[in-house]
Structures are given as C-alpha cells and as structure tokens.
T-cell receptor, first 115, second 115 residues
Framework: NAGVTQTPKFRVLKTGQSMTLLCAQD?????MYWYRQDPGMGLRLIHY???????AKGEVPDGYNVSRLKKQNFLLGLESAAPSQTSVYFC??????????????FGEGSWLTVV | GENVEQHPSTLSVQEGDSAVIKCTYS??????FPWYKQELGKGPQLIID?????GEKKDQRIAVTLNKTAKHFSLHITETQPEDSAVYFC??????????????FGTGTRLTIIP
C-alpha cells in the first residue's frame, strides 16, 4: 500500500520556468491537498480539492495552479517559478469523516529550489 | 481566520524524562486538534488527536490535554526515547464533516532526546 506518492522528490528550476508536481493516492480518498513548508512557518495550505473535478484556494494560492482530473491524482503547477517558491511541498489526502475520521495522510515531500 | 501558536520551537530532554509542547488557538469555533510528528526527510504523520468534547486523551506514552476556556492544548510525551526525536506540529480546525481544508498548523517544535 503506497499511500500518498509525490514526484519528483527533488527539482531545481530557473526563475521563470514552469513545472508540475504530481501526487497520487491509492486510498480512494475524496479530499486532496497541497501544502508548502518553510522554516519557522509550519505547513501552509496552497490549494485543495474536495472531489474529482473540483479545486479551491487555500491560504497561499498565488503563483500556483492545480487540477484534479482523476480522483486519485492532484497536480500542482508553477507557471513561472520565482525564488519565493523555493520550499518543500507536501501533498496530502483524507477521506470522508464519517468513514475515515479526520486523519490526513501526507506524502514524503518534494524539495523545490528556484534559482 | 484561525491562528495557532506553538511553543517552544526547540526542546531538548534527557532520555526517560517527559516532554511537553504547548499550543494556543484563536478561533473559539475550533473543535478538532491533531498532533503530527515529522521525522527527517519524511512527511508529517498523525500521532494523536482530540476533539473539544473531551479534556484529555492518552495513547501509551503520549497524551493530549485541551483547555477550551483558555484556548490551549498540549502534547505530553512520557518516558522519552531516542526515536521520539522529531519535529512535532499541532493544528486546529473547525472539524467540518467534509474534510480538513480549514486545518491550521502551528510552526513546529524540534524535539531532541539526549541519550
């Protein structure tokens, strides 16, 4: 059981380049999330999805786009990378509270450096 | 919105001693308080959570206490072991029935167990 899988694990981008982070979960969870983690700032929600075909903005959405074309996948895109987007990105998922409780399952992270 | 403050940012304790991490929250509507453990190079993992209808919850060596009046909650780890060394995050949300998109994290505590 893989849980939540993120790719790539490490990436270096030049300012202005674009890229997509891929997230896949095999737990049939309805909800998926993208967080970023920066020193001294904890985890901040970028975007989330409450089901296939839906997306919504989180706390820090600017500069990012997301898509959820399939229930098991949640993609995070950077259209024009900036140094301020250097961070560790975590994908996460959770199921319906009535069946899965509130537990959020995190992937192992993607380290992104923008130079 | 919700604001979660976490203290201390770093904590070192002798193996076998107890460790306590404290968090305060601002939104009186919050009623779900999870704690996550993040080991080096890994994603956060839920270790214990508590809802506002109880004041304390225990799971072996870890316990969480909640004071709704004062809007603070704490993580207690007893008989600490080297494998408890990690970064711990508290979080708070209104615990809506359809997901965790309103989960706000604290800034983390780096716990080091000294052998």
């Amino acid at each position: 059981n893989a849980g939540v899988t993120q790719t790539p694990k490490f990436r270096v981008l030049k300012t202005g380049q674009s890229m997509t982070l891929l997230c896949a979960q095999d737990m049939n969870h309805e909800y998926m999330y993208w967080y970023r983690q920066d020193p001294g700032m904890g985890l901040r929600l970028i975007h989330y999805s409450v089901g296939e075909g839906t997306t919504a903005k989180g706390e820090v959405p600017d500069g990012y786009n997301v898509s959820r074309l399939k229930k098991q996948n949640f993609l995070l895109g950077l259209e024009s990378a900036a140094p301020s987007q250097t961070s560790v990105y975590f994908c996460a998922s959770s199921g319906l509270q009535r069946t899965h409780g509130n537990t959020i399952y995190f992937g192992e992270g993607s380290w992104l450096t923008v130079v | 919105g919700e604001n979660v403050e976490q203290h201390p940012s770093t904590l070192s304790v002798q193996e076998g001693d107890s460790a306590v991490i404290k968090c305060t929250y601002s939104d009186s509507a919050s009623n779900y308080f999870p704690w996550y453990k993040q080991e080096l190079g890994k994603g956060p993992q839920l270790i214990i959570d508590i809802r506002s209808n109880v004041g304390e919850k225990k799971d072996q060596r870890i316990a969480v206490t909640l004071n709704k009046t004062a809007k603070h909650f704490s993580l207690h780890i007893t008989e600490t072991q080297p494998e408890d060394s990690a970064v711990y995050f508290c979080a708070a949300s209104t615990g809506k029935s359809f997901g965790n998109e309103k989960l706000t994290f604290g800034t983390g505590t780096r716990l080091t167990i000294i052998p």
